[in-house]
T-cell receptor
Framework: DQQVKQNSPSLSVQEGRISILNCDYT??????FLWYKKYPAEGPTFLIS?????DKNEDGRFTVFLNKSAKHLSLHIVPSQPGDSAVYFC??????????FGTGTSLTVIP | EAGVAQSPRYKIIEKRQSVAFWCNPI?????LYWYQQILGQGPKLLIQ????????DSQLPKDRFSAERLKGVDSTLKIQPAKLEDSAVYLC??????????????FGPGTRLTVT
């Protein structure tokens, strides 16, 4: 039972343009959402998070949008840089417990 | 600040053998997690500790997997006996006490297990 889904396995974007990564979830009880970035042979690295009481959170080039009615969140990276090339995972949680991760989207930023 | 430490980084065993992984979380982090990541999938939570108590182990195959967190710091995850389908990367993560509202997890580099 996949409670968090990332339907795009891969995404390619030109350097300087916007990257938009999408994530859908099924459990309306999730109240905290996170995005992680992963390079090969390393553990995931925390990027940005959002609580269900908000619909947007911004940190530098990274912005996460949450649409609770659609059970959808997205990560925007502007401008995209070659160093952003990695696998991105979204994750959802209920009050800090029962974390569920998506299957990941591999982002390639083309110089 | 030192990150989450895990050992070994790689392990190859035959099926039906046993194996143990070790994790040392970031100092001061009360919550510790073990995840299993099979190739092509996202991390799957196996067990979550808060201090030395278990918060969630609903997805831990308890017939063969066990985990403990001694004194609320280091943790070990054991598989006995291993099966071919246990081949995966085992990730340990830690976070500050969840009550602060900050649930960001910091991951170690993982242990890649191959069962032959």
């Amino acid at each position: 039972d996949q409670q968090v889904k990332q339907n795009s396995p891969s995404l390619s974007v030109q350097e300087g343009r916007i990257s938009i990564l999408n994530c859908d979830y099924t459990n309306s009880m999730f109240d905290y959402f996170l995005w992680y970035k992963k390079y090969p042979a390393e553990g995931p690295t925390f990027l940005i998070s959002i609580s269900s009481i908000k619909d947007k959170n911004e940190d530098g080039r990274f912005t996460v949008f949450l649409n609770k009615s659609a059970k959808h969140l997205s990560l925007h990276i502007v401008p995209s840089q070659p160093g952003d090339s990695a696998v991105y995972f979204c994750a959802a949680s209920r009050t800090g417990n029962q974390f569920y991760f998506g299957t990941g989207t591999s982002l390639t930023v083309i110089p | 600040e030192a990150g989450v430490a895990q050992s070994p980084r790689y392990k190859i065993i035959e099926k039906r053998q046993s194996v143990a992984f070790w994790c040392n979380p970031i100092s001061g982090h009360a919550t510790l997690y073990w995840y299993q990541q099979i190739l092509g999938q996202g991390p799957k939570l196996l067990i979550q500790f808060q201090n030395n108590g278990v918060v969630d182990d609903s997805q831990l195959p308890k017939d063969r997997f066990s985990a403990e967190r001694l004194k609320g710091v280091d943790s070990t995850l054991k598989i006995q006996p291993a099966k071919l389908e246990d081949s995966a990367v085992y990730l340990c993560a830690s976070s500050l006490l969840g009550g602060t509202g900050k649930y960001e997890q910091y991951f170690g580099p993982g242990t890649r297990l191959t069962v032959t």
